[in-house]
DNA sequence: TTCAATAGTTCTGTTTTTGCGAATTAAAGA
DNA sequence: TCTTTAATTCGCAAAAACAGAACTATTGAA
């Protein structure tokens, strides 16, 4: 597990990110990094094959929207909010204002799933997650 | 030119939305649209194929950013700013707000392009533009 | 009415992404 | 060292993006 690309706050493009965050897999890791703080790849697995779940977890990396740190034998993800709310200010509070949480089933493992579409592209290289 | 599907504005996602805005070109189209009003794609058609921007067209108004409507041999397209708002309170005004103007070239048609990433998929079908 | 011009769309082929299962790597602990 | 857990990478099939070429619709002459 070597370590993971970061992009500098500055790099980032608001079209890259709003990429990133077109999808509904990848807003429910948003939602939940945001409502439960820092979160490794596994707690957030259900419904989707660890294999996708990586490659969701390198978009929104690259897209400056997570940062990742080892941790033994996991991954811990955090929300890089502070830098996003200095180079897109209010963006971030907006957009989780409006994100209608995911049906909660109660104790259980929630589904990433359910929303209805969003998919994209990306220029950048690196792995993740 | 036969007429388009708009979905309806309750239809729409979050991430759909923001999937048909994690584009350089779109999110380009969408700040003219915001800054100067309803629009003929023709307007916008600076560096990118009248192809493509046919396509970039479809994607927003297929995820309700855009309203358009037939106008002799053109199709003038229109921000859904008051429905969106209504849906998703606050966001398109946050969104706005950090979009940073291409940079403006006086008198002159504007290059579309410039911006680093974003693209993306849908799960709806008809035409546009 | 017929022709030409304009605005967009559709078709088609190429390239890029995506999503997922299978195999792989890494770290931690018996 | 062997196992378990966590996550990445590989490889393939399906989908989408892009852009050029061809097509359709509308307008405005001639």
Known sequence: MRELFHPKI???SL?????ALGDPVRLEIV???AEQGEQPCSSLCCGVPKSTLSHHFKVLREAGVVFSRKEGTQRLNSLRKA????RFPGLMDGLLAVID???PRIGATID???GQAGRGREKRSPPHC
Do not use: M
Request: hydrophobic share 45%; proline share 10%; charged share 25%.
């Open 10 to 12: 500055e790099q980032i």
């Open 15 to 19: 079209a890259s990110l709003l990429y």
């Open 31 to 33: 939602r939940r990094l």
């Open 83 to 86: 830098e996003l709310d200095g």
């Open 101 to 103: 949480p995911a049906p």
């Open 112 to 114: 990433l799933l359910g």
